[in-house]
């Protein structure tokens, strides 16, 4: 820490129940790393919570030092999130670790996962393990403790299909949490921890994942054809959920770049539902239109397609450009100088054509961090 300080955030002195918080308090905390974007952000204060006493003890002391001036912001493994310039919020960083079982019987797992544990590699542990349930959410980017924010789902699952409850702190009463799924109220990318940005802070997620090789999902796109030849070459006639999981590995590895290797969030648009007269009504012009039946009378339709026949694959305006294979991924070619603005320029120009052409609106599915932390749900909103 620097001397200059205005506020002293240390928690008491470390014990064997309480562990020292580690506290970055330099003048400005370089975020360009902490974000998949690879967005040019900065902020005052990043606290790096690595067990949950760090985080009674912290709340503590930010109530008697800051909390009237200074907001708070949980970031995660910055998957989805697109940060400003300059974060004038104290940043909170949950990277607990572990994972554990919980109960067990001969058709069910319950495991309890930490919310710093990396979500791909969750997957493929929870497989290696023989317990189901995850595989089609392999290669999704970001930390376990996220998952729920976004209800995130790929392939025909969402996680709410296995999740059981979430421990979580609600950080304006600074009391701990536990919430059943039908308390999460999730929906399509949504949940009640969306909704109520930086309220909650999710620290542990529980899951009930299945053991039976034989109950899998693999009816999207190309998954079936993939998983087939897997279960083929490995001596099965059918395939099993390891089979899934890497079909959709070698999947979204060929359709989606690695944000190590070209910064990016994953999906930047979700599908948008529209009405299904709306959808009769495009296919008659469209034939190709890709969508999927859902409730209501409405259709999911494929916002990829949408921005592919728009003709900006590829394209948007620079630096944030579509990727060349994915035209549903906003990627970042100039990291750590590009900032917030720019991705709001790119978005609004592919949003402006895709809706000239089909009438179809799109939503951004990354969230919009303002400077002060708080969640920008109508700042370009398109």
Known sequence: MTSALR???????????????????????DLSHSNTMALASVAEVVVTLTDEAQLDA??????????????LFVLS??????????????????QMRGISVT??????VDIEVMAGENWHDLVMHTVAQG????ENLALIPGLTGAAPVQNIGAYGVQLEDCLEYVRAYHLPTQTWHQLTAADCEFGYRDSLFKRAPNTWLITRVGFRL???PSKILASYGDVQIVAQRYAEQRGRSQPNPADVMQAIIDIRQQKLPDPKQLPNCGSFFQ?????????????????????????????????????EQAGLKGHGLAPILTHQQQALVLTNHSPYQAAQAD????????ADIVYEKFAVELAREPVWVNADGSIGFDEHVV
Do not use: C
């Open 271 to 307: 599908n948008p539902i529209i009405p299904q007269a709306q959808f009769i009504a495009l296919k008659a012009i469209h034939p190709t239109i890709v969508g999927y039946p859902m409730p209501d009378a409405m259709v999911k339709v494929a916002a990829g397609w949408l921005i």
């Open 77 to 94: 493994g910055g998957s989805n999130v697109l940060l400003p310039a300059q974060l004038n919020a104290i940043v909170l960083r949950p």
């Open 343 to 350: 991705v709001a320029k790119a978005q609004q120009h592919i």
């Open 7 to 29: 506020h002293d955030f240390s928690a008491q002195p470390a014990t064997s129940t309480n562990p020292a918080v580690n506290i970055s308090q330099d003048n400005l905390v």
């Open 103 to 108: 109960a067990q019987t001969d058709s069910y």
């Open 210 to 212: 299945h053991t039976d």
């Open 58 to 71: 912290f709340m503590a002391n930010y109530e008697k030092e800051a909390a009237p001036t200074k907001p």
């Open 131 to 134: 317990w189901y349930g995850l």
